[in-house]
């Protein structure tokens, strides 16, 4: 390649450019055909949860400058694709697209593997090896795409590289001749391209794209794709089966773009077979799904689990996102991150996945959840100070009791899997159902049941998306550093989860409301959200969503003083619910280290504070008040089991220390009015608000 | 100017397959020729296991249906024949100012023949068979179906003719004056009735466009 970069001068710039573009144009074709859940088919108009860049995931409805490249407007990116630019190193580097059908025994494998399918292409393309390692189960590449550009003159490469040095002198007579020419090739590559986009429909794999993309139902096979930038040569054997059609090349000033399939023409051994009905893989999704009835969702919670981990359910779930008819439903990430947040007080963790998942500043996924935690765990330390006293009354205990001992886990699979905005009206419906309900000891059991596989699951999540931090003990120390920390930095922490909830809520600051799909939101807002609302209306308090459930519960139990806040968090650790908290605990104090290296996330989301977005914040306060004190009374009578999954770790994110400065300044002085009226009344949640 | 010419292969088809079978290829030729900015239609045929591409254009659209229906017509009485359907583009130029008005004419640079053999499935029958027509009734479903699976390949052939064709000849096409999504101007001529065979050629058609004959549509 000594000479490539030499002979890359050979081409004018913008012919250059046409060529990288074709590149691009090219794969992103044969992708959207060939890349299950990515394609322009079921695109549903929202951002591809599973895309760890945060470039080209939030603009997907409009035209996008890259539409306009050889006037052929193509469905969202595949995720595969927004690491492309990154990857490819010069247009002299022929790519190579292999279409692989798999066909798997276990469809479980399947589910593994198809969400991750970007960052495997992109491990691919760095390695570009191995292809065939795997070729001796059911895998077959069944198309080969090559796409290449041949620089025709590689002699001349030093001549017309001086030339292009120099270009002041000599580019001017040659303009016209070369905006001709680029004309010429601009035309005859689109209309290469036009031919790509019909070619990848007529061959045989687009059948089995289609199979796979339309039918609910799992498929015994797969379509894979790896991307190289050379290929593995086909044996003899392959090679014979091998149809070969090549798109007659363009013509460049300087070479020439060559594009060519190879393709198995029959597909009907391995196509035919009859797909098989659902799988228990798929069950979480349904599980999640807020279609379900909620305790059903809850017994299938066990099976569940291991998908999580893979994060399998991505995908299906970023298209159930887009056609959820819901009217809350934004296209931003963060909206649904927001969402995510308020609606799952008991979800922190998935939620925090969720956010990396979702949200166009996520591509640092480590950062991003350590950041959530740690803002959680110093606000939790923090809390306590704060107004708490108007969480802890007795705000109607029972129903969110209720509601936490069927939902938690719901809160998860829906965070784990979907970074949807889960469709709230039913969801709504079935709180509200359930608020009138005692608190039965069956449902704290359910809660404390619930809870447990909610813990497993946070620390699992935390693992894989950022550090380790199993040990129980490793993790308790962690947590007690960060009580520590918690109470020195105050001030900081605070800002950052004031900024966070800022953000979130301000960038949907009506759509609230509606949007949150979490079963407790319905009821949070039904009873004891509204009047919070209210109530802190008035002291313009701005910030309890930060607050970690455990804490807000333990103070609201016992009623603290609100100056308490140090002793509370001490009476935690002391109590039962340390034991119960360690996982999280761990996994909290193991994001917190990293966040403290994490840049802020959200810049661009940061906008001027709003009265309303204070009033969000307000609200999203109460919910988690509202779970906190639910799972309080659950969880301080019996076992503190039940709490370990309510960290509120999950929702806070950074935005800049402006904005949670200035918030800071509000809280404070939020705060000391509050402190003021608490002391004569403690406010209570559900009836307290003025 | 030379005129490209691309004679697509022959489909023997049933009149109820003309519809479909058209709509593919017309639908791709004009895609291939469509070189303003398009966000692609991905069109499942409804007889065919064939995903075919429109740009989304509805006055293209109209027109094809348009001139699918015609020829639909122009098949129903004229049964069992092989026909033409000619999708052509041209360029418009002023004509030298002559005594007959400033006229324009038009200059086709590509013209694409899709040839269509439309049979009478129970005609095709009988041609084969001598048995009686309750025999062939029985015959019928599975004959059918099999033709059906061997015109669907060969109109996917046809589809891989316009590919390559679209690929092998660039260097006709004229320069894009306008930013439309339909890049030139097209048409699409059908057999005329009064046109007792397939023989016709396309200059008929524009002397007679010119001249304003009753049957053609323009």
């Given amino acids: 390649m000594g000479s490539s970069s030499c002979n890359l001068f050979s081409e004018p710039a913008i012919i250059e450019q046409v060529i990288t573009e074709f590149f691009t144009k090219s794969v992103h074709i044969i992708l959207e055909t060939r890349s299950p859940y990515v394609s322009s088919r079921n695109y549903s108009g929202e951002q591809f949860i599973s895309s760890p860049s945060p470039s080209s995931s939030s603009s997907s409805s409009s035209v996008r400058p890259r539409d306009k490249w050889f006037n ?111 004309k010429k090739t601009y035309k005859k590559s689109i209309i290469m391209l036009r031919s790509l986009y019909t070619m990848v429909r007529l061959l045989p794999s687009y059948k089995v794209f289609r199979d796979l993309n339309s039918s609910g139902q799992i498929h015994p096979l797969s379509l894979s794709h790896r991307i190289s930038s050379f290929a593995v040569p086909f044996t003899r054997e392959e090679d014979a089966e091998m149809n070969q059609f090549g798109f007659t090349p363009v013509d460049t000033p300087g070479g020439r773009l060559s594009l060519s399939v190879s393709y198995l023409m029959k597909l009907d051994d391995v196509s035919s077979e009859t797909s098989t009905p659902l799988s228990t893989q798929f069950i979480p999704d349904y599980v999640g799904s807020p279609t379900i009835d909620p305790l059903k969702r809850f017994h299938s919670l066990p099976s569940s689990l291991p998908a999580y981990a893979s994060f399998s359910r991505r995908h299906s779930w970023s298209t159930d996102h887009g056609t959820t008819p819901s009217v809350s439903q934004s296209p931003s990430p963060t909206y649904s991150n927001a969402c995510v947040f308020r609606a799952n007080p008991n979800s922190r963790i998935p939620s925090r996945n969720r956010l990396c998942d979702n949200s166009p500043s996520a591509c640092s996924v480590p950062n991003n959840a350590s950041m959530v935690h740690r803002k959680d765990t110093s606000f939790d330390e923090y809390w306590p100070s704060g107004p708490s006293p108007p969480f802890s009354p007795s705000t109607s205990p029972c129903p969110p009791t209720h509601v936490s001992s069927d939902h938690p886990q719901n809160a998860l699979f829906r965070t784990e899997s979907a970074p949807v905005n889960i469709p709230l009206p039913r969801i709504g419906k079935n709180s509200l159902l359930n608020q009138g309900l005692p608190p039965s000891p069956s449902k704290v059991k359910g809660l404390k049941q619930g809870s447990a596989p909610r813990a497993d699951v946070k620390t699992h999540i935390s693992t894989s998306s950022t550090s380790h931090m199993s040990s129980p003990e490793s993790k308790l120390q962690a947590r007690k550093e960060l009580t520590k920390i918690g109470d020195f930095h105050t001030g900081m922490t605070l800002q950052k989860a004031l900024s966070f909830g800022k953000d979130e809520t301000g960038n949907l600051p009506g759509l609230k409301l509606s949007s949150c799909t979490s079963p407790r939101i319905p009821f949070s807002r039904s009873s004891s959200r509204l009047s919070f609302l209210d109530e802190f209306d008035d002291s313009d308090f701005a910030c309890p969503f930060a607050v970690d459930v455990e804490d807000i519960g333990d103070s609201c139990n016992r009623i603290e003083p609100l100056d308490k806040q140090g002793q509370t968090s001490e009476n935690l650790e002391s109590t039962g619910l340390l034991t119960v908290r360690k996982s999280q605990d761990a996994a909290v104090s193991a994001l917190v280290r990293m966040l403290k290296n994490a840049p802020p996330l959200h810049q661009e989301i940061c906008e001027p504070l709003s009265s309303q977005v204070i009033r969000d914040e307000t609200g999203n306060s109460s919910i988690e008040q509202n779970s906190c004190d639910t799972e309080v009374v659950a969880a301080n009578p019996s076992s503190a089991a039940s709490v370990a999954g309510m960290t509120t770790s999950g929702f806070i994110r950074s935005r800049t220390a402006a904005d949670a400065f200035e918030e800071l300044r509000g809280f404070k002085a939020m705060r000391e009015q509050l402190v003021r009226q608490a002391s004569p009344q403690i406010p209570d949640s559900t009836g307290g608000g003025s | 100017m030379n005129c490209e010419v691309c004679q697509l292969k022959e489909l023997v088809v049933e009149p109820f397959e003309i519809r479909e079978v ?54 129903d009485k004229h049964p069992n024949r092989k026909s033409q359907v000619c999708l052509s583009f041209y360029e418009v130029k002023s004509k030298q100012p002559t005594w007959f008005s400033n006229k324009t004419e038009r200059l086709h640079w590509e013209q694409w023949y899709v040839n269509l053999h439309v049979i009478n499935p129970k005609a095709h029958g009988k041609f084969r068979h001598t048995k009686a027509a309750v025999d062939h009734g029985e015959n019928s479903l599975e004959e059918r179906s099999s033709r059906r699976a061997v015109l669907e390949a060969s109109l996917r052939e046809v589809l891989f003719q316009i590919i390559k064709f679209v690929n092998e ?37 524009k002397r007679m466009l010119q001249t304003g004959h009753p049957t053609m549509l323009s």
């Fill in chain 1, 72 to 182: 052929l407007a193509l469905g969202d990116c595949p995720a595969a694709l927004e690491n492309f630019d990154l990857w490819r190193q010069s247009n002299l580097e022929p790519v190579v697209i292999d279409v692989i059908l798999t066909r798997r025994p276990s469809h479980h494998h399947d589910v593994l593997h198809s969400p991750n399918s970007a960052r495997d292409q992109f491990s691919n393309w760095t390695s570009g090896q191995d292809e065939f390692v795997q070729d001796s189960k059911s895998e077959k590449i069944v198309e080969r795409w090559i796409i290449q550009y041949e620089n025709r003159n590689s002699g001349n490469a030093t001549k017309e590289s001086c030339s292009g040095a120099k270009k002041g002198s000599s580019a001017n007579c040659q303009s016209s001749e070369m905006s001709a020419m680029y």
């Fill in chain 2, 169 to 205: 000849k660039k260097d006709h096409i004229p320069q894009v004056s306008n930013s439309e999504v339909i890049s030139f101007p097209y048409e699409i001529t059908i057999p005329s009735s009064s046109d007792s065979s397939f023989g016709w050629h396309t200059d008929v058609f």
């Fill in chain 2, 22 to 75: 058209l709509r593919c290829i017309l639908h791709t030729i004009v895609f291939h020729r469509a070189l303003g900015l398009v966000r692609p239609k991905d069109v499942d045929s409804e007889l065919f296991e064939i995903t075919y591409v429109q740009c989304g254009d509805v006055e293209l659209e109209k027109k094809i249906e348009e001139k699918i229906d015609q020829f639909a017509g122009w098949v």
